[in-house]
């Protein structure tokens, strides 16, 4: 075929769109019927014209094939987990009885059985539920949920193109199933998994689908040859199948790498693959094995989960070269829409020259159709498009917002020593002992107590005008003062002030810096029913005002003890954000940085000695490739130092992570050179205690003795216990006594009374010293 015959075959498709309606309507529906107040006939009506919309929407504005089996109740692993009849023991009884039912239980959880385990889908913001799958797995195939959307689709007139888990990423996200040996690996299963592959394939041919989309996100992460050989296997054996439909396998995230050659010379019909940025790479490495002769090629060039708009004239000339490497050439968004909000016509608070600057969905969908028509008709069938991108591109590159003279001119006059403490830790530490005079085994909190209903409608009656300013601050000052009293009766030696003021860790910061955006209606999924409104980067960030100087300098007046000062971290703030993809994240990072310092060091001055920066997201933001991450380590350790690196010796330094696992960043962790670190470790004995010490990390730590994902309230012979394994570990004199996290998600009966135990086995564990 020649280049210009793939250009005038080129096609518009996307792989999945988001699932909860215009008005978050699948949320209310599926909450609703899990209360009892929605039966599972309205449930399925209301999931069933929501897709339909969906389509309907995705055709009308120019998409040839719309993804179907995308759509889901939870999510789509567990889907997956259903369609190859992966259901763990424990959930068989309640999935026989009602499969509905069966599937929210495996999902959630009932009162006597626990639901599966739930974990980030790639370095995303949606968790998906991990499958368990043991030597003595069967498989069976339920292809009912894919033909059937399938057939609702096609019923509409549509082209329709069914997406499922490809079976070797479903089984490189499983884990062993509880019981099953730690090291059991499941992709051994794959021999087992293909024939179930095979008749759900058959189905769907039977059902009408011309194509099929097996995604193998996996295959972008670094992968072993025997992992490779698996890939190959796989897709010799599904493309050797005689009744199936064609088979297009899709990459996303990342480049493929390895993999590239693996599925380039696979027998099947199609490849889907990332041209964004962060995936460049796949386009030399698609030249460098020749392209793909006889194959359809969908080039993912519009990025599925930023918010930007993309720069057209530049996808087109990507396609253009594209063009001479396949048989045919399609447009896509290079991942499900999932991760975007749905519309930016909706948010009306935006500036309408801001929001030109914004694609969501919508935006990205008919860009995605812009880019095939140009392609297939050539630039002068879209040259409108183009004009308005062009401005609109211009337009955002030139903006007072994307910057601002004076905060590029202090990030770029950042010096190697303000990232740097002015004394090294071990001098630090005997300063800060000095200033502080706290106890061995000091004890204090994570910074949030709980966000009680009464919080809630204070933020409630000041957003809908019930009370002014003046009165919601007067409510938070009386939280402040009821936390502070609480935690001095109880005996913590390093008090909070709980946190009141805030809706979110993020968002509460968002909102007073420059270059922030916040949407009004752009929900993403998170898991389940959870979705997230995440601000957006939009442009350079300065802090015109201290943000929580006041809160903290307020409860340290109430009382003797110290008042932890806290903050949430650059990379966090980048973490849980939308980003700019026009600057590297280490320079977003850094301005973040250099505001949050202002931060650090207006709060130094107002009287706080200790202030805690957290950065939860250190580690779930690390590159999906290895040789990617030093770099990411390096801007983002940088920007952590940089904004904690401005005070006294004798002002201590908290951070805080809540993950059980991260013996791959200790020396990250280490790099941040704060003085004290609290973590997660009630649930895992104590675990991160010793893999700091088989590090040889040489800070304070306060390795979490008290569960806050229960309202169960542990003993104070069990947070003693906790506390003599993590003396095992860590010496005395640089052990900390805290909760796992914040307190934020817990009532105050259990927080009381879980903090009463936390201090009396803190005091009964001094006096065995
Ligand atoms: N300081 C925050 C809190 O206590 C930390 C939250 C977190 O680690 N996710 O709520
Ligand atoms: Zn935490």
């Known amino acids: 075929m020649t280049a210009k015959s793939a250009a005038a075959a080129a096609r518009a498709t996307v792989y999945g769109y988001p699932r909860q309606g215009p008005n978050r309507e699948l949320k209310k529906a599926i909450e609703g019927y899990w209360k009892g107040r929605v039966t599972a006939d309205a449930l399925r009506t209301t999931a069933a014209e929501l897709r339909a919309a969906n389509w309907r929407q995705l055709a009308d504005a120019g998409i040839d094939e719309v993804p179907t089996g995308d759509f889901s109740y939870y999510d789509h692993v567990l889907d997956t987990t259903v369609m190859v009849g992966a259901i763990p023991g424990r959930h068989r009884a309640a999935v026989a009885t009602d499969p509905l039912d069966g599937y929210f239980a495996m999902a959630r959880g009932t009162q006597d059985v626990a639901p599966l385990e739930m974990t980030k889908w790639f370095d995303t913001n949606y968790h998906y539920l991990v499958p368990e799958l043991g030597p003595y797995t069967v498989f069976t195939a339920d292809p009912a949920k894919q033909v059937a959307e399938l057939g609702e689709a096609l019923a509409l007139g549509l082209g329709a193109r069914p997406v499922l888990v490809g079976p070797v990423t479903y089984l490189l996200l499983a884990k062993p199933a509880p019981g099953v040996p730690a090291d059991f690996e499941p992709l051994t299963l794959l021999d087992r998994l293909l024939p179930v592959y095979a008749e759900v394939l058959a189905d769907l041919r039977a059902a009408g689908a011309e194509w099929a989309q097996l995604d193998e996100p996996a295959l972008v992460q670094d992968r072993t040859p025997a992992e490779l050989d698996a890939a190959a296997r796989a897709y010799r054996d ?122 969501f969905a919508r935006q990205k969908t008919a860009e995605v159709v812009a880019l095939a028509r140009g392609l297939a008709l050539g630039t002068d069938a879209i040259t409108g498009e183009l004009a308005a991108n062009r401005a609109d591109l211009a337009a955002r590159a030139n903006s007072p917002i994307t910057h601002d003279p004076a905060v590029r001119a202090r990030a770029a006059a950042v010096r190697d020593t303000d990232a740097r403490r002015s004394q090294p830790y ?215 130092r940089l904004s904690t690196g401005g005070v006294r010796p004798d002002t201590q330094i908290h951070t805080h992570m809540c993950y059980a696992e991260f013996g791959d960043i200790v020396q990250a962790i280490d790099d941040l050179d704060a003085d004290v670190i609290s973590l997660e470790a009630a649930r895992s004995h104590m675990q991160v205690a010793r893999e700091l010490a088989a590090h040889g990390y040489p800070r304070e730590a306060g390795p979490g003795v008290y569960d806050i994902h229960s309202p169960r309230v542990p003993s104070a012979e069990e947070a003693a216990e906790l506390l003599r394994t993590g003396l095992r570990a860590i010496p005395a004199e640089r052990l900390w006594v805290n909760p796992d996290c914040g307190l934020k998600t817990r009532g105050w009966p259990e927080t009381r009374a879980s903090l009463e135990n936390l201090v009396a086995a803190a005091r009964t564990v001094r006096e065995e010293l």
């Open 238 to 359: 599904l493309g050797a199948l005689t009744d199936r439909p064609k088979l297009l396998v899709a990459s996303y995230f990342d480049r493929l790498g390895d993999a590239l050659p693996v599925l380039a010379k696979a027998p099947v019909d199609g490849l889907a693959l990332d041209f964004t940025d962060a995936a460049a790479a796949n386009l030399d490495a698609l030249a460098a094995v020749g392209g793909l002769p006889g194959k359809r090629l969908i080039a993912g060039v519009v990025n599925g989960r930023n918010v930007w708009i993309n720069d057209l004239e530049k996808s087109l000339a990507t396609l253009g070269t594209l063009l001479g490497l396949a048989d045919r050439v399609d447009v896509a968004a290079s991942c499900s829409l999932l991760h975007v909000p749905l519309d930016t016509a909706l948010e009306r608070d935006i500036e309408p020259q801001i929001r030109r600057w914004l694609a």
């Open 426 to 640: 071990a001098e630090r530490a005997a300063a800060q002992r000095a200033h502080l005079g706290l106890p061995l085994l000091p004890t204090t909190t994570i910074g949030s107590f709980p966000q009680t209903g009464e919080l809630r409608t204070a933020r409630a009656d000041l957003r809908t005008g019930r009370i002014d300013t003046a009165g919601y601050e007067e409510r938070i000052r009386a939280e402040i003062q009821d936390v502070v009293s609480f935690q001095e009766k109880a005996g913590l030696d390093v008090l909070v002030h709980g946190e009141p003021e805030r809706n979110d860790m993020v968002q509460y910061f968002a909102e007073q810096l420059t270059g922030y955006l916040a949407t009004e209606h752009g929900w993403v999924q998170s898991y389940g029913t959870r979705y997230v409104r995440p601000p957006i980067l939009a442009g350079d960030i300065s802090r015109p005002e201290p943000m929580t100087v006041r809160w903290t300098t307020y409860a340290q007046s109430l009382t003797d003890r110290p008042v932890k000062g806290m903050l949430t971290g650059p990379v966090t703030m980048l973490a849980w954000s939308f980003v700019r993809d026009d600057q590297p994240l280490g320079d977003t990072a850094r301005q973040v940085a250099l505001a949050l310092r202002d931060e650090v060091d207006d709060l130094e001055t107002g009287g706080t000695s200790v202030i805690q920066v957290d950065e939860p997201a250190l580690r779930e933001t690390l590159p999906l490739r290895t040789v990617d991450r030093p770099a990411y380590l390096a801007w983002a350790t940088e920007a952590f």
